[in-house]
Every structure is written in C-alpha cells, then in structure tokens.
Nanobody, 127 residues
C-alpha cells in the first residue's frame, strides 16, 4: 500500500505559478509511476501529467503542455507539479495517483489504471 498526501494548492491570479507536492509513504521501496489528475466542479476527473519512477518518461495533457512540469525526488518519495502561466480554467481539485505497474503512453492518462490516490488539493485561479 502507498499513502499519498498532496500539498501546495491555493489561490493565484491568472498568469501566476504554483507548485504542488505529493508525498508518498508506505511501500515506497518499490518503484512506482505517478500521475496528476484534476477535477473541476461538475466535470469529470481529467488527466494532467504522469511520470515514470525514473522520470525518463513523462506525459502531459495537451491543455497543460508547455505550462506544467512533472518531476520527482526519489530520495524524498515526492513528486511535484510545477504549474506556470495558470489560467482560470485550471481551477480544480488536483489529485496525485500512483501505481506499481509500468507506465506507458497508452494508460498514463487513464484514472482507473492507478491504484492509489491522494485526498486532493484545491487550486483556484482568479481572472
């Protein structure tokens, strides 16, 4: 089992930046892939970004490509989501997710492929 705790959310003006963190605990001696998803009110949860354990493979939703960067610090068992040039439409609850399965492009954006989820952190971007 892996426990995930997100932090770093908040209120920011459009064009600003935030960095989200997701700290993992529990069975962290095994390698795992990490993903970020978000859910806005009245909308379905959508994929944002994902990374393999090594960071050698990363994937992004088209809506955030070039603005968001996923990265990790394996020594701290923490994955980050650096969000720049934020837009009001980025407003959502952001969730991190993890799985011990091997990441590939075909499944990285599929929420049900991930086994563990954090509780979410709210990001609000004002116009």
């Amino acid at each position: 089992q892996v426990q995930l705790v997100e932090s770093g959310g908040g209120l920011v003006q459009a064009g600003g930046s935030l960095r989200l963190s997701c700290a993992a605990s529990g069975r962290t001696t095994s390698s795992y892939a990490m993903g970020w998803f978000r859910q806005a009110p009245g909308k379905e949860r959508e994929f944002v970004a994902a990374s393999s354990w090594s960071g050698g493979s990363t994937y992004y939703a088209d809506s955030v490509k070039g603005r968001f960067t996923i990265s990790g610090d394996n020594a701290k068992n923490t994955v980050y989501l650096q969000m720049n040039s934020l837009k009001p439409e980025d407003t959502a609850v952001y969730y991190c997710a993890a799985t011990f399965k091997t990441l590939n492009r075909g499944v990285a954006g599929t929420a049900r492929w991930y086994d563990f989820w954090g509780q979410g952190t709210q990001v609000t971007v004002s116009s």
